[in-house]
Nanobody, 112 residues
Framework: QVTMVESGGGLVQVGGSLRLSCTGTGSTGFDTVAWFRQAPGKQRELVGFITVGDRTVYGDVVKGRFTISRDVTRNTVYLQLHNLNLEDTGVYYC???????WGQGAQVTVSS
């Protein structure tokens, strides 16, 4: 079973950028990987995912601002966040189907 570890979170001002990394202990090179986030007091929501064929799909709230990419040689999937706003604050998780195993997540805090 692959264990996913998120990193790269931090504090950023409104309009800023961050890049999160998701590294798998096993091979994630050819598997679907999704990013989710959970804001304080809210349910976890899908940010987007990258498929086996490297097709990417994004949720409406992040479309055009976030980008998911993959580096097969590093067993890593990235989430590039641009033009951040206060509503993007939360813990960001990566996971593979069936999305039943979760890591610690990466905290993203956007300040005004």
């Amino acid at each position: 079973q692959v264990t996913m570890v998120e990193s790269g979170g931090g504090l950023v001002q409104v309009g800023g950028s961050l890049r999160l990394s998701c590294t798998g202990t096993g091979s994630t090179g050819f598997d679907t990987v999704a990013w989710f986030r959970q804001a304080p007091g809210k349910q976890r929501e899908l940010v987007g995912f990258i498929t086996v064929g490297d097709r990417t799909v994004y949720g409406d709230v992040v479309k055009g601002r976030f980008t998911i990419s993959r580096d097969v040689t590093r067993n890593t999937v990235y989430l590039q966040l641009h033009n951040l706003n206060l509503e993007d604050t939360g813990v960001y998780y990566c996971a593979q189907p069936p999305y039943t195993t979760w890591g610690q997540g990466a905290q993203v805090t956007v300040s005004s």
